[in-house]
Every structure is written in structure tokens, then in C-alpha cells.
């Protein structure tokens, strides 16, 4: 008995790790609607690859790479939770609060924001000259991370 409880439990895990596989697709179709609505009002770029993340067969994340290489991770809802692009670009600013935009521009003449990360926490960002920032909910600055 105990020998087949174990295989059965064997069993049940191997499928489950095979059925959260990640799958991919080249074009937004497959995204949320909250995450295409995202995608048109904010870059002129189109989708060029979305990789959907599952855990446990369900799906967790969606990352999205435009044709101009801008990288886009969204929530399983469509919520956009980070957004990077590349160093001769900027983050559209729809997806900056306006007091971290504010410091940036005072602190940091200059330097484009090139990633935001949305955290539980607030929100960290990269600028084009490789500084990190951190800043609380609020867009209130906490501290450099060089």
C-alpha cells in the first residue's frame, strides 16, 4: 500500500511538472485585455514574442517582447509589472508616477529612465547612465542602489 501511494504521488508530480510548461506565441492575442489595451496606448511597436509563464498548470505571467526590443512583464490579469527598454530609449512616461518623474528630472539631469519595476513596495527604476533608485508608493525617493 505504501509503495503504491508513493508511486501514485510520483505519478501525480511528474504530470504536474509537465503540465506547467511554458508556452510561446507571436502575437498579442493570447494576452489579457488589460495587457493589449497597455501595449496600444503606450508604444508604437508591435508584439513580437509573448512567453506565458504557468505554475502548476495555471498560468502566472506573461512576457512580452516588442519588435523594437522593449521587454514587458504583466501579471496573469494584464497588470503590467515591469517594463524595460533599451538604453537609446525611454519608458513611455504613462507608466512613471509623476513625483518620480519629478526627481529623476531634478536629480538626474539627463538620464532616461530605461526600466521601472513595480514592486509590492513601490517601485525601482534604471536610468540610462546605470544609476538604480528606489521609491516607496508613493514615488517618495528611498535610496540610490548603484
Known amino acids: ?3 503504491f501511494l508513493l508511486m501514485l504521488g ?4 511528474i504530470s504536474t511538472v509537465a503540465s ?3 508556452t510561446y506565441a507571436h502575437d498579442d492575442s493570447v494576452l489579457p485585455e488589460a495587457a493589449r489595451t497597455t501595449i496600444a496606448n503606450n508604444f ?10 504557468k505554475d502548476f498548470g495555471r498560468i502566472s505571467e506573461y512576457e512580452v517582447i516588442l519588435t ?3 521587454e514587458i512583464s504583466f501579471d496573469k490579469n494584464g497588470n503590467w509589472e515591469n517594463v524595460e527598454t533599451n538604453k537609446s530609449k525611454a519608458v513611455p512616461s504613462g507608466f512613471i508616477p509623476k513625483a518620480i518623474s519629478d526627481y529623476v528630472a531634478k536629480n538626474q539631469p539627463g538620464a532616461r529612465i530605461v526600466g521601472i519595476d513595480k514592486e509590492r513596495s513601490g517601485y525601482e527604476i534604471e536610468l540610462s ?3 538604480d533608485i528606489k521609491f ?3 514615488g517618495q525617493f528611498i535610496r540610490y542602489d548603484r
Not at 10 to 13: N, P
Not at 44 to 53: A, F, L, Q, T, Y
Request: charged letters at 40%; aromatic letters at 0%; proline letters at 0%.
Open 68 to 70: 523594437d526590443g522593449t
Open 44 to 53: 508604437k511597436s508591435k508584439v513580437s514574442v509573448v512567453k506565458i509563464e
Open 129 to 131: 547612465n546605470g544609476v
Open 136 to 138: 516607496n508608493k508613493d
Open 20 to 22: 506547467a510548461k511554458d
Open 1 to 3: 500500500m505504501k509503495k
Open 10 to 13: 510520483l505519478v501525480l508530480g
